[in-house]
């Protein structure tokens, strides 16, 4: 089985990144590779740039197969904001919380058909070379609700609503959310590309 390093400094996707590639593939973080506190700079102007830019900082550094995750949320009615500043909306340490809290503010009084969104996802994987970098794009679509429902996933998740199982992503816990999401599309074209190679 296939060792590639994450590099991700986020639990999260690091545990719904294992969980969606399954026993296929032997996915390891930055710690287990040996790699604590490693600054990723991150300054990009797309997810693809970003995405490319943590898996080359980290292949440098390990040599060794390397993916990364880069992922955010586009808003209709906020013109595809905050998109590559997804993380950092409300601020450079902003939590979870306070940044749903600047998103539902800045979508007030905002109806329903305005309130479409997407979530985004860029794999990036390095398997021998910074300078070979392979990209793969995920998408999933719905709409933000008013307030957050459901206890499950992270980020965005409480308000982000997946219309096709009338549920919030928190609400429909990992086995479903790992079927139908942004990441789990990205990881898809990553394990078939490496299937076809
Ligand atoms: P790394 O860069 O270390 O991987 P990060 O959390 O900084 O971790 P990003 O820069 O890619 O990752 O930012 C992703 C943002 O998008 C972050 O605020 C997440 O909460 C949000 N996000 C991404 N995927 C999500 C998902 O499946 N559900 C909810 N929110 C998500």
Do not use: W
Not at 110 to 138: M, Q, T
Not at 157 to 165: G, I, K, L, M, R
């Amino acid at each position: 089985m296939k060792t590639y390093v994450l590099a991700s400094q986020n639990k999260h996707k690091a545990k719904e990144i294992k969980q969606i590639l399954g026993g296929d593939f032997n996915i390891i973080t930055m710690d287990e590779a040996g790699l604590d506190n490693f600054k990723i700079i991150e300054d990009g102007k797309t997810f693809e740039e970003n995405a490319a830019k943590k898996a080359s900082q980290v292949f440098q550094r390990l040599k060794i197969p390397t993916i990364a995750d880069d992922s955010g949320l586009c808003v209709d009615h906020l013109g595809g904001r905050p998109g590559i500043y997804t993380s950092r909306f409300a601020g450079e340490n902003a939590t979870d919380e306070m940044n749903i809290s600047k998103l539902l503010k800045e979508l007030e009084g905002a109806p329903i058909n305005e309130r479409g969104a997407e979530f985004v996802c860029a794999v990036a994987l390095i398997e021998n070379s910074a300078e070979d970098i392979k990209i793969f794009k995920g998408t999933c679509r719905g709409y933000i609700i008013e307030e957050k429902r459901g206890n499950n996933g992270f980020g965005y998740d409480p308000v982000f609503y997946y219309p096709e199982y009338s549920a919030t992503l928190a609400e429909l816990g990992d086995d479903i959310k790992n079927k139908i999401s942004h990441r789990y599309k990205a990881l898809k074209a990553f394990s078939d590309y490496l299937k076809m190679s």
